[in-house]
């Protein structure tokens, strides 16, 4: 069974989980950058290239338990590193799907609030298609576990509409143990 359809059924579960009542549920997506942190931060090196959806539920006044599933491609462990014989490698890439599931605390301030939050989650690592001389290169494929942990701020705009801004690390438990950071920005519909 994939992590998507993995993904589909949390969400609908959550989803079947509580009564609806005004503004308990919310659905959103964002879009963003990504940078590979494991070693250093630079930010010239993030990319575009994270993609996600959630569901969220409030459970209290400021705490809200949300799912999330989302793809990012970034690039692989060994990528651009030098091998023992004097080659350098190429932008070794991969694409990292993932479903999560965690809490967030909302500091209210009117019309806008910020967050805290983390969870846990489920990783799928897809590296892309290699030559042959670099496939013992490649990360492998794998389906771990992680946590993330980050902060976002929400505005809104409409009665039942926000925008989102966020920051997420990512600490996938892999072979090689990436450390991912994410900033999204997107959207966010209460009922």
């Known amino acids: 069974m994939s ?14 989980a509580a009564p609806v009542s005004g503004e308990d549920w919310g659905v959103g997506a964002s879009f963003g950058l990504v ?8 930010l010239d090196e993030f990319e575009p290239s994270d993609a996600n959806a959630w569901v969220d539920y409030r459970m209290e006044d400021q705490v809200l338990l949300r799912a999330t599933a989302g793809s990012m491609k970034t690039k692989g462990e060994n990528a651009g590193q030098q091998t ?8 070794l890439e991969q694409r990292i799907d993932y479903v ?13 609030s910020s967050a805290i939050f ?8 897809n590296p892309d298609p ?5 496939r013992n290169f490649r990360d492998p494929h794998e389906k771990v576990f992680g946590w993330h942990a ?10 039942r509409i926000s925008l989102i801004g966020r920051l997420t690390y990512h600490k996938v438990l892999s072979g ?7 900033a999204n920005a997107g959207a966010v519909y209460r009922f």
Do not use: C, H, M
Not at 35 to 42: F, G, K, W
């Open 3 to 16: 992590f998507r359809r993995i993904g589909l059924k949390g969400l609908l579960a959550l989803a079947l």
């Open 35 to 42: 940078n590979d942190v494991e070693r250093r931060l630079r």
């Open 84 to 91: 023992d014989s004097g080659v350098v490698l190429p932008d």
């Open 100 to 112: 999560t599931v965690g809490v967030a605390y909302q500091f209210w301030e009117g019309n806008y």
């Open 118 to 125: 983390g969870g846990i989650g489920g990783y799928k690592i």
């Open 130 to 134: 290699v030559e042959e001389e670099f």
């Open 150 to 159: 980050g902060v976002e701020a929400d505005l809104r705009v409409l009665s």
């Open 176 to 182: 090689f143990g990436r450390s991912l950071l994410t």
